[in-house]
């Protein structure tokens, strides 16, 4: 924790934007399929995205208690919950980008294992599929934007810069429980169009 002072804060915005833009960076050159795809991988693989759905569900829950401990004053558990809720959402990045290397992308309204879709279906997917494109658009995009506004925010906690840290905070936490609940929504309403 020695390297979390104040006076090395242009060194940790520094690595914060970098890692930030690396992570940016390697999420879309796997949506590129610029990295190569084995074809043989275990089975467990198909299940991380409902791994990554429980763990943004986890993740939600523990922001708003948060909230809640600290609108209390109490402050060992709201840094308790928040660690956890970093260390969560740290692990669903692992098995986000895991996931992605390995599954190929399931496209909302992707017929059925049979390749079968009756009219009633189709109408029904026709309906939703914009609504699914508003919210998986705006869950990545704000995915993208407010990690280094959340390390910012750690930084910030960690360091006992408490006027800094409600500052950011007031920006990164409600954009941080959106794309927590819009991770599980996506992973709901594309769920039974995967094929595998």
């Not at 910030?156 to 950011?168: C, F, N, P, S, V």
Request: some cysteine; overall charge positive; proline content about 5%.
């Amino acid at each position: 924790m020695a390297f979390f002072t104040a006076q090395n804060e242009k060194v940790v915005k520094r690595v914060i934007y970098g890692a930030a833009v690396l992570i940016c960076g390697l999420v879309v050159m796997l949506q590129q399929k610029f990295l190569p795809h084995p074809n043989v991988f275990p089975q467990f693989i198909y299940k991380l995205p409902m791994v990554n759905a429980i763990l943004n569900g986890s993740c939600c829950i523990l922001l708003i208690f948060s909230l809640l401990a600290i609108k209390k004053r109490n402050i060992p558990l709201h840094r308790k919950l928040n660690l956890t809720a970093f260390a969560l959402s740290s692990l669903f990045l692992v098995c986000y980008v895991t996931a992605h290397y390995f599954i190929p992308d399931t496209k909302f309204g992707d017929v059925d294992h049979n390749g079968i879709m009756s009219a009633e279906e189709s109408a029904a997917v026709s309906g939703i599929k914009p609504v699914y494109v508003i919210i998986l658009l705006t869950h990545i995009f704000l995915a993208a934007i407010v990690l280094p506004f959340v390390l910012l925010s750690f930084y910030y906690g960690l360091t006992d810069q408490r006027e800094k840290h409600k500052k950011i905070t007031r920006i990164s936490y409600p954009v941080w429980l959106y794309v927590t609940i819009t991770g599980v929504v996506v992973y709901l309403m594309v769920s039974p169009y995967y094929n595998y």
